[in-house]
Nanobody, 119 residues
Framework: QVQLVESGGGLVQPGGSLRLSCTAS????????MGWYRQFPGKQRELVAT???????DYADSVKGRFTISRDVMKTTVYLQMNGLKPEDTAVYYC?????????????WGQGTQVTVSS
């Protein structure tokens, strides 16, 4: 089992920055993908960014060039540096951890953290 704890959400003005953090604990396979999704009211969760253990990253087009995902040296914490925030970035942001052990792999989710961009 993997447990995820998120932090860093809050209220910020347009053009401002926030840094989200997510720390994984438990039984963590050597290869895994961590990342961030976000959910707008009444909509499905959508990809923001992901990063593999080896450091390969993927970004949604809507955040490319503004957001940066990274992992710490121990690979147990993932960060999302959010710059140039816009009101349309307002959402609940969820940390995810995915591995590929067993037949189907495993997916884990954090509890979500609210990001609000407003003047």
């Amino acid at each position: 089992q993997v447990q995820l704890v998120e932090s860093g959400g809050g209220l910020v003005q347009p053009g401002g920055s926030l840094r989200l953090s997510c720390t994984a604990s438990g039984s963590i396979p050597s290869f895994n993908i961590m990342g961030w999704y976000r959910q707008f009211p009444g909509k499905q969760r959508e990809l923001v960014a992901t990063i593999t253990t080896g450091g390969r990253t993927d970004y949604a087009d809507s955040v490319k060039g503004r957001f940066t995902i990274s992992r710490d040296v121990m690979k147990t914490t993932v960060y999302l540096q959010m710059n140039g925030l816009k009101p349309e970035d307002t959402a609940v942001y969820y940390c995810t951890h995915k591995d590929y052990t067993g037949l189907w792999g495993h997916d884990y989710w954090g509890q979500g953290t609210q990001v609000t961009v407003s003047s």
